[in-house]
């Protein structure tokens, strides 16, 4: 699997990867208002480049197709991680989540914390992520609850 920077000129395909997420797999634990909702983050054209260039943000599979993203802060925030519908369960959200948490370790980041959704909270805690706490959050008119995740390293 090929694991690169995005740039700019990713934008149109990662929003893609985004739809394809939100819609495919959000229907399984999601209302239709609340993947509506999540849906109508990516009509905002410049919040959504600024989702993705405002940290350091990881995209697997080619340059034509990718397949999933994830994004971290300098300040060891994990911004995002989505998966194409196609692809989940197959190992891609591991490796850019394991690529994203390296390139913290790299810059002297010892401790990682995120917003995990439904889907997401798994796998950050197969990473050694722990719930800190539970928040309520409402996205273009629909509520969401997010589990606040966190792990601390022993960066020597």
Same mark, same amino acid.
């Given at each position: ?14 929003? +893609? ?16 208002? #609340?993947?509506?909702?999540?849906? #109508? ?5 410049? &919040?959504? #480049? ?13 340059? &034509? ?14 911004? *995002? ?17 394991? &690529?994203?948490? +390296? ?11 995120? +917003?995990?959704? +439904? ?5 950050? #805690?197969?990473?050694?992520? *722990?719930?800190?706490?539970? &928040? ?21």
């Amino acid at each position: 699997m090929n694991i690169r920077i995005a740039g700019n000129d990713d934008i149109p395909g990662l929003r +893609e990867v985004y739809l394809d997420a939100v819609t495919t797999i959000g229907p399984m634990r999601y209302s239709p208002k #609340q993947v509506q909702a999540w849906v #109508q983050f990516v009509d905002g054209i410049e &919040e959504f #480049q600024n989702f993705i260039l405002d940290g350091t943000t990881f995209v697997a599979g080619s340059d &034509e197709a990718p397949v999933g993203f994830c994004g971290i802060a300098d300040n060891g925030h994990v911004l *995002s991680i989505y998966v194409r519908g196609a692809s989940a369960r197959q190992g891609v959200g591991s490796t850019l989540l394991a &690529e994203a948490l +390296e390139h913290g370790k790299r810059n002297s980041i010892s401790e990682f914390y995120a +917003e995990a959704s +439904e889907f997401s909270l798994p796998l950050f #805690q197969k990473f050694g992520f *722990s719930i800190t706490g539970k &928040e309520r959050v409402v996205q273009y008119g629909a509520e969401f609850n997010r589990y606040l995740v966190q792990m601390k390293l022993d960066i020597q």
